[in-house]
């Protein structure tokens, strides 16, 4: 596609409920970030996929925060009985190899837990 | 530790020049970024650094010095469309570590 696509763009969730936000990166890109970025922040690393390879999940907040890129494209968020404080946008990117490559986002899937 | 600061909020007139200033103290650095980022939307690519001096992309202009930890970015004829956040980011290892983002509110 061209661009990061993410779905849902919006999701309300009853705390203690699981939900799943998927992220579609730019065809050919290796590389896929997630982030969380809560109301007048930066955005906040969760977790990087070179493939399929999750390399790095120091970001992820609890064990109820889980991603996947099983065949090293879509990848999925999934975040385990909610809480308010998992209220935030969780945004995508991705990206050619390289540190020099510019990392593109997505528009990102707003999360509400009431 | 990470540490990437930069100012909060900042204010200008349409048709001015602004600068946004960005300090880091990383434990690794392979590059620093420029995003903006408009209510609502995603963070977009202004620019990029590796070495240090000034890099010109038509009214926004980015700076570093890797010795300072040092990085500005400067937006010239300022629009009432480049009020938004700004955020800057240091590349340490494959990933991006953001600052908290400058919000710019550009008035009439």
């Known amino acids: 596609g061209a661009g990061v696509s993410q779905s849902p763009r919006y999701k309300v969730a009853k705390r203690g409920q699981d939900v799943a936000l998927r992220c579609d990166p730019i065809s050919g890109h290796v590389s896929l970030f997630w982030y969380q970025q809560a109301l007048g922040q930066g955005p906040e690393f969760l977790t990087y996929f070179q493939n399929e390879a999750q390399l790095d999940k120091s970001g992820l907040p609890s064990d109820r925060f889980f991603a996947e890129r099983p065949e090293g494209s879509v990848s999925t968020l999934k975040i385990q009985r909610t809480q308010q404080e998992d209220s935030a946008v969780y945004l995508c990117a991705s990206s050619r190899l390289g540190f020099g490559n510019t990392i593109y986002f997505g528009e990102g899937s707003w999360l509400t837990v009431v | 530790g990470q540490n990437i600061d930069q100012p909060t909020e900042m204010t200008a007139t349409e048709g001015a020049i602004v600068q946004i200033n960005c300090t880091y103290q990383?434990?690794?650095?392979?590059?620093l970024f420029w995003y903006q980022q408009h209510a609502g939307e995603a963070p977009t690519f202004l620019s990029y650094n590796v070495l240090d001096g000034l890099e010109e992309k038509g009214r926004f202009s980015s700076f570093l010095s890797r010795s300072k930890g040092y990085s500005y970015l400067l937006l010239k004829e300022l629009q009432m469309k480049d009020s938004a956040s700004y955020l800057c980011?240091?590349?340490?290892?494959?990933?991006?570590?953001f600052g908290t983002g400058t919000r710019l509110q550009v008035f009439p």
């Open positions: 990383t434990s690794g650095f392979n590059g």
């Open positions: 980011a240091v590349r340490h290892t494959d990933k991006l570590i």
